[in-house]
């Protein structure tokens, strides 16, 4: 079956300290993959997408960066966090027009 | 580029009653809809999605969704609402490889 995993689940992490958000994916070949940004009380932004091994589209200009260095990972990262990285962020995955299926997210506070 | 908005950012209903929770789109070509539910501190399940053929959708948990292309929308509708329906909701449309969400719409239900 398709399964993604999204780790951690929370993370705490101090002003101008590193990131690194893992997210894979089972039982497909060749997804899209997407990092989505939901900050408090609002809605989700898309931030990048993936449609193959190393190519990355970035929607919002930001603190972050995403890598895919295999099919099925991708990877968000900063390498100096602010204040406005906290947010809860969720790894999704597509395969064509067959619908999204979204991980169970990590809530991110950055202190 | 698509977008989506949904006009009401929070709705109280009381048990037992019906519910609409509206959403309208823009795109140049024929949408892909859908209708996400996030429950607090979780991560997101699809309740439906419209691609094509009949334009009344339904879909998980006793919900349906109209696409209304006249209008531009695409409306989420329950006749009997639960307390357990109490979440956000979000409308998105997909386009480009990638999926653009609304909002939300907190829905609050009075006992």
């Known amino acids: 079956s398709q399964t993604i995993h999204q780790w951690p689940a929370t993370l705490v992490q101090p002003v101008g300290s590193p990131l690194s958000l893992e997210c894979t994916v089972e039982g497909t070949s060749n997804p899209n993959l997407y990092w989505y940004r939901q900050a408090a009380g609002r809605g989700l932004q898309l931030l990048f997408y993936?449609?193959?091994?190393?190519?990355i589209s970035s929607e919002v200009p930001q603190n972050l960066s995403a890598s895919r260095p295999q099919d099925r990972q991708f990877i968000l990262s900063s390498k100096k966090l602010l204040l406005s990285d906290s947010g809860f962020y969720l790894c999704?995955?597509?395969?064509?027009?067959?619908?999204?299926?979204f991980g169970s997210g990590t809530r991110l506070t950055v202190v | 580029a698509q977008s989506v908005t949904q006009p009401d950012i929070h709705i109280t209903v009381s048990e037992g009653a019906s519910l609409e929770l509206r959403c309208n789109y823009s795109?140049?070509?024929?949408?892909?809809l859908f209708w996400y539910v996030q429950s607090p501190g979780q991560g997101l399940q699809l309740l439906l999605k419209y691609f094509s053929g009949d334009t009344l959708v339904q879909g998980i948990k006793g919900f349906e969704a109209e696409f209304k292309r006249s209008q531009s929308s695409f409306n989420l509708r329950k006749p009997s609402v639960h307390w357990s329906d109490a979440a956000e909701y979000f409308c998105?449309?997909?386009?480009?490889?990638?999926?653009?969400f609304g909002q939300g719409t907190r829905l609050t239900i009075n006992p």
């Open positions: 795109y140049g070509a024929t949408p892909y």
């Open positions: 993936s449609v193959g091994i190393g190519q």
């Open positions: 998105a449309i997909q386009g480009a490889q990638k999926l653009v």
């Open positions: 999704a995955w597509s395969v064509r027009e067959g619908g999204y299926t």
